[in-house]
């Protein structure tokens, strides 16, 4: 099967459905391991003590948030350009994960800033437009 076989939504839902399982629990056993390492090994920071290991979660969900929409102004521009059915599929179902990802960003966020800065919230043009970017 080529990679060009998997353009065909039927094919697609096909191939999707017999390796989610899989990747499931490939993924569940890496994020655990992933946690455990970032939260009890890491040693802590000189300065910033153990909330540096907030990081290890706060960095990832921002990557990932913002990834994810990307993948929602790429696939929009694919669905509009080209008006391939997997395309809006595709940007739907990376919606609310961007949201959850972005949501977990500004809480982890908060709650390193409070120890660091003296204040849950600034109003940072960053932070401002990655909560303008979450409600949207």
Not at 30 to 53: C, H, I, K, N
Not at 97 to 118: R, Y
């Amino acid at each position: 099967m080529g990679l060009t076989d998997l353009a065909n939504p039927t094919r697609f839902m096909g191939y999707s459905a017999r390796i989610i399982p899989w990747l499931w629990a490939l993924a569940a056993i890496v994020l655990g391991f992933g946690l455990y390492m970032a939260l009890f090994v890491s040693p802590e920071d000189y300065q910033q003590g153990a909330t540096v290991r907030i990081m290890y979660i706060h960095v990832p969900a921002a990557y990932m948030g913002m990834g994810a929409y990307t993948l929602i102004a790429i696939s929009s521009i694919g669905t509009l350009v080209w008006r391939h059915p997997l395309a809006d599929v595709s940007a739907r179902a990376a919606a609310p994960i961007g949201a959850a990802f972005t949501f977990v960003a500004l809480v982890t966020g908060s709650l390193w800033g409070k120890p660091m800065w003296g204040a849950w919230w600034v109003w940072d043009a960053r932070l401002t437009s990655v909560l303008v970017l979450f409600l949207m």
